[in-house]
């Protein structure tokens, strides 16, 4: 039990971090292309990640030779050396995955932004809290009552949220939508992955997966300059520091025991935090239709762990 409530409350660190960066998102847009905004931001996530790695290592490594001694401890080694093998081989490729959906997702919900307002992109990147558990139905993932309930809870909350004047389907709904479904097999790539390898450095591969996979379209059809990104630099800090670096490893540490349908639905709180941070920080009003969205979400997520105990 303890063991999930620290992962739901990662989950929900890690929403709150997401919600709390769209303003940066949308601000670095300003100065900057999707790719070149997505490229540069997933670079210095990865970045950031390498000396924290190093020190984790430093760590374990320490405590490894205090542990081993004797001809044990050699045909340990040895064991141990080969079974290092192939945890690197999974966690090579479970980085490339996580990052090629990561760079597909972020790309898509960028370029969406520029046609569609920032309610709308939020509401339908939300809707991953419907398309993760019906793949994980195609996949052998069986949902709850409670998480599919929470669904439909978390779907009519979103809306009443994010869409004000009235829903129709444009260019730029089109892109977030299909960001939504890469979102969605990020999550799902998560679950497989991350109980078999170390979090932190299958994020860190991710990052520099999706940072050079953005570069390409970046230096083709972007091609920034010193300047743009001189003038970008704090939102770029804040979403490749936190939203990334900080956000998406939490998400991967985290999902490790977590059913991805639940962590779906508590990821989709980042839609009410950037709500109520806007709220706070920026002095936007909360209208009574938003209030709504906000406690259905809420409602939503309790109700699905109170459904699913573990």
């Known amino acids: 039990m303890k063991g999930r409530g620290a992962n739901n409350f990662l989950l929900a660190l890690t ?30 996530g990865g970045a950031v990640l390498i000396p924290v790695i190093l020190l984790m290592r430093r760590i374990r490594r320490r405590e490894a030779g205090k542990s081993t001694y004797g001809i044990a401890a050699g045909e340990r080694a040895v064991s141990e050396a080969a079974a290092g093998q192939a945890e690197k081989r999974t966690l090579l490729i479970g980085g490339v995955c996580c990052g090629v959906a990561l760079a597909a997702g972020s790309s898509l919900q960028q370029i969406g932004l520029m046609y569609t307002s920032a309610g709308k992109a939020g509401f339908i990147t939300a809707l991953y809290i419907v398309i993760v558990p019906v793949i994980g139905l195609a996949l052998g993932k069986k949902a709850g009552a409670g998480v599919w309930i929470g669904v439909v809870l978390a779907v009519a909350g979103m809306y009443f949220l994010c869409i004000k004047d009235g829903f129709s389907i444009s260019r730029g709904d089109f892109y977030v939508l299909l960001c939504a479904l890469a979102f969605s097999v990020h999550i799902l790539v998560i679950d497989y992955f991350a109980p078999k390898v170390d979090g932190v450095s299958m994020s860190c591969i991710q990052f520099f997966v999706c940072g050079i996979l953005c570069a390409v379209p970046m230096l083709v059809s972007e091609r920034p300059q010193i300047h743009q990104l001189l003038d970008a630099w704090l939102p770029l800090v804040y979403a490749g520091v936190l939203s990334s670096g900080a956000a998406y490893t939490l998400q991967v540490v985290a999902q490790k025991n977590t059913d991805p349908a639940v962590a779906s639905l508590i990821l989709s709180l980042e839609s009410v935090f950037s709500v109520i941070t806007g709220w706070i920080v920026l002095g936007e009003r909360l209208s009574g239709r938003e209030m709504l969205g906000c406690i259905l979400v809420f409602a939503a997520v309790i109700l699905a762990q109170l459904k699913n105990p573990s």
């Open 15 to 44: 929403a709150f971090i997401w919600g709390s960066a769209f303003v940066a998102q949308s601000v670095g847009m300003d100065y900057l292309g999707p790719f070149t905004f997505n490229s540069v931001r997933s670079l210095m």
